[in-house]
């Protein structure tokens, strides 16, 4: 199940400020003449450029220090949640993330992303809930990736009908938006309703530049519809744009059928 994380390291850096040393010398002296926050927000910044760039342990090393700086630091306890999560250790994930949320209950961002956490552990109920929470921050950016979220999660649920409404209301706040149209025509056509697919399908391509899985599922739409001559264009589009992706070599060893 695809979850929308909308720009969450970006949004870290914004949080940890435009941190610097102040002057005093380089290395350790410097680091130890500012403020505990200050040196928890230097060493954040730090890790999530090391976490960016793929080097795991030196993320981890400067987010550890920036918790001994700063054990309440939200943006440090968030990714450190996501590089645990993605090495697949999900208690400490969840132990980061728990943490967070329990510093920031009111910033949408942090709830967000503590309930895509608790719905991939298929915890739906509590994942509803900091979903909800998330959207009850006036000042959270982007209320279309928690409905869209939570949409995707409803889906996993098995709860349809609320999935499709939450992705309808990420639609009221932005018509355009990618993650919700994938969703509702993917939705629509595992309903058997190609047509309503289609629609929210050609939607997404209006608005921005589909990826494999929305092609792949064009492909499906079209094939489903009887549509050869399009279902083709979608497989061309696929092998040109995304020739390793998993839903190109999906098609290749297929006969092709939706």
């Known amino acids: 199940m695809k979850f929308y994380r909308s720009l969450l390291l970006g949004a870290l850096i914004l949080a940890t400020g435009c941190a610097t040393t102040t002057p005093g010398g380089p290395g350790?002296?410097?680091m130890d003449s500012v403020s505990p926050v200050r040196a928890a927000e230097i060493n954040?910044?730090?890790g999530i450029g090391y976490f960016e760039r793929g080097q795991?342990?030196?993320?981890?090393e400067k987010?550890?220090?920036?918790?001994?700086h700063d054990s309440d630091?939200?943006?440090?306890?968030l990714t450190l949640a996501l590089i645990y999560e993605q090495i697949g250790d999900s208690n400490r994930a969840g132990r980061h993330f728990r943490q967070a949320s329990r510093l920031a209950p009111t910033d949408g961002a942090t709830q967000n992303s503590y309930a895509v956490f608790l719905c991939r552990q298929g915890d739906f109920r509590a994942a509803d809930r900091h979903f909800m929470q998330a959207l009850e921050d006036p000042f959270y950016t982007t209320p279309q990736a928690a409905w869209s979220n939570a949409g995707a999660c409803a889906r996993r649920n098995g709860d349809f009908e609320k999935a499709n409404q939450y992705f309808r209301n990420a639609l009221e706040i932005d018509p355009g938006f990618p993650d919700a149209l994938y969703h509702l025509a993917e939705l629509y056509y595992q309903q058997g309703e190609s047509f309503r697919?289609?629609?929210f399908l050609q939607r997404l391509e209006s608005a921005a530049e589909p990826e494999a899985g929305a092609l792949f599922l064009g492909y499906r739409i079209e094939s489903s519809l009887g549509n050869r001559d399009e279902a083709n264009q979608y497989v061309s589009r696929l092998e040109r744009q995304f020739p390793d992706s998993g839903e190109a070599r999906e098609l290749r060893g297929s006969n092709r059928d939706p």
């Open 197 to 199: 697919a289609r629609a």
């Open 56 to 60: 795991v342990q030196l993320a981890m």
């Open 63 to 68: 987010l550890e220090t920036a918790l001994r």
């Open 73 to 77: 630091h939200v943006p440090a306890h």
């Open 28 to 30: 350790q002296r410097g």
């Open 44 to 46: 954040t910044r730090l």
